[in-house]
T-cell receptor, first 113, second 114 residues
């Protein structure tokens, strides 16, 4: 099992450019998440998908959109990148249930100039 | 609004020492308290977790102490090793809007000196 995979690993964008971050999991998990990690701020939830076909906003959704393509894949799109979106982005997944852990991908380091 | 407060921000201990990382929460609806370990360039990985009906949980050299009345919990690392050098995040989760929402602390960067 590959677990949670993310592409790309690194990306540099110019202000106003768009891009999609890809995430896939092979653990048959119901729920998937996108977080951003910034120094001194921990992990903040951008969007989540409790199950295939549903998506909801998290703590910091402005400037982002998501698509739950199927049970395996959950993508994050930046329509018009801004320097404030420079961050490390993590995708995570988990099986439904109170005590189940979240599994994280390796992250995408995004720089917006 | 920071619902899970974590301290210290960074910590340096010598090999064999016992680093302690503290977290406090506000929301009494939280019902699961995991700790994650993150190495540079990697995603966080679950280290150990505790439920609020238990006051202590040990897994190897890692121990969580939980004080429900004070709304505080802490991570102790016994006989710390240089390989334990990483960033540690506490977290708390509760069902919100029909899904399990996890709130993370701001992280503690631990360095264990040989």
């Amino acid at each position: 099992n590959a677990g949670v995979t993310q592409t790309p690993k690194f990306q540099v964008l110019k202000t106003g450019q768009s891009m999609t971050l890809q995430c896939a999991q092979d653990m048959n998990h119901n729920s998937m998440y996108w977080y951003r990690q910034d120094p001194g701020m921990g992990l903040r939830l951008i969007y989540y998908s409790a199950s295939e076909g549903t998506t909801d906003k998290g703590e910091v959704p402005n400037g982002y959109n998501v698509s739950r393509l199927n049970k395996r894949e959950f993508s994050l799109r930046l329509e018009s990148a801004a320097p404030s979106q420079t961050s490390v982005y993590f995708c995570a997944s988990r099986l439904a249930g109170v005590w189940n852990e979240q599994f994280f991908g390796p992250g995408t380091r995004l720089t917006v100039l | 609004q920071q619902q899970v407060k974590q301290s210290p921000q960074s910590l340096i201990v010598q090999k064999g020492g016992i680093p302690i990382i503290n977290c406090a929460y506000e929301n009494t609806a939280f019902d699961y308290f995991p700790w994650y370990q993150q190495f540079p360039g990697k995603g966080p990985a679950l280290l150990i977790a505790i439920r609020p009906d238990v006051s202590e949980k040990k897994e190897g050299r890692f121990t969580i102490s939980f004080n429900k009345s004070a709304k505080q919990f802490s991570l102790h690392i016994m006989d710390s090793q240089p390989g334990d050098s990483a960033t540690y995040f506490c977290a708390a989760s509760a069902v919100s809007g029909g899904y399990q929402k996890v709130t993370f602390g701001t992280g503690t960067k631990l360095q264990v000196i040989p």
